[in-house]
């Protein structure tokens, strides 16, 4: 079974300001990991994923997060917030075989402010 | 991409809800999930070409149906107040393609037992 533990429950931050989200995960088994958003009121976006390879992914809107095996940890930063970041942020992983079943994180609530 | 529906629905203890998702075209693999408000999203069941190919931590009255056309429904049974929550749907192409890892989530059905 897999577990994922996000550190911070909420993240203020002002605008232009470097953030990161923390998230460690569980596994006994290879797994993949994931970043999600939400938006108020939204469903999840994904944001950027790890399957395998280079550990260091990078999404289309200035996020990345690094896959550190030895840390079992996953944690997404940005080099400079803007206001629009503001949204709830879900680490999730799945196991690389089998059903994929996402296993999510409490979530980190990224507040920036001007 | 994944259209729920309906957005929003109130019902009583111990009454039966329907909520349909419309997956992804050409997305044969679809999942449900519960998200109770300020928690992540928790699995509920997964369906692979109209068969339950995994489920989470939930009771049977939790069942669900996939159909040829696209489309799914989560059904939950005796309502109880604590199944208020926000319930997501999201399809992907595992099985034929391989795993991508990624799910499409759509916006979620809101539903408050009273």
Redesign the interface.
């Known amino acids: 079974a897999q577990s994922?533990t996000q550190l911070d429950s909420q993240v203020p931050v002002f605008e232009e300001a470097p953030v990161e989200l923390r998230c460690n995960y569980s596994s006994s088994v290879s797994v993949?990991l994931?970043w999600?958003v939400q938006y108020p009121?939204?469903?999840?976006?994904?944001l950027l994923?790890y399957?395998s390879g280079s550990t260091l992914v990078k999404s289309i809107n200035g996020f990345e997060a690094e896959f550190n095996k030895s840390q079992t940890s996953f944690h997404l930063r940005k080099p400079s917030v803007h206001i629009s970041d503001t949204a709830e942020y879900?680490c999730?992983v799945?196991e690389?075989q089998?059903?994929?079943?996402?296993?999510?994180?409490?979530?980190t609530r990224l507040t920036i402010n001007p | 991409g994944?259209t729920q529906s309906p957005t929003h629905l109130i019902k009583t203890r111990g009454q039966q809800v329907t909520l349909r998702c419309s997956s992804q075209s050409g997305h044969n693999?679809v999942?449900w999930?519960q998200q109770a408000l300020?928690?992540?999203?928790?699995?509920i069941f997964?369906y692979?070409r109209e068969e339950e190919?995994?489920r989470?931590n939930f009771p049977p009255r939790f069942s669900g149906l996939q159909f040829p056309n696209d489309s799914s429904e989560l059904n939950v049974n005796a309502l109880e107040l604590d199944d208020s929550a926000l319930y997501?749907c999201?399809s992907?192409t595992?099985g034929t393609r391989g795993?991508?890892?990624?799910?499409?989530?759509?916006?979620?059905s809101r539903l408050t037992v009273l």
């Open positions: 994922v993949y994931f999600y009121n939204q469903g999840l976006q994904l994923k399957l879900f999730a799945s690389a089998g059903a994929q079943k996402l296993v999510f994180g409490q979530g | 994944v693999t999942s999930y300020g928690q992540g999203p928790q699995f997964q692979y190919n995994g989470g997501l999201a992907t595992a795993r991508t890892g990624e799910l499409f989530f759509g916006e979620g």
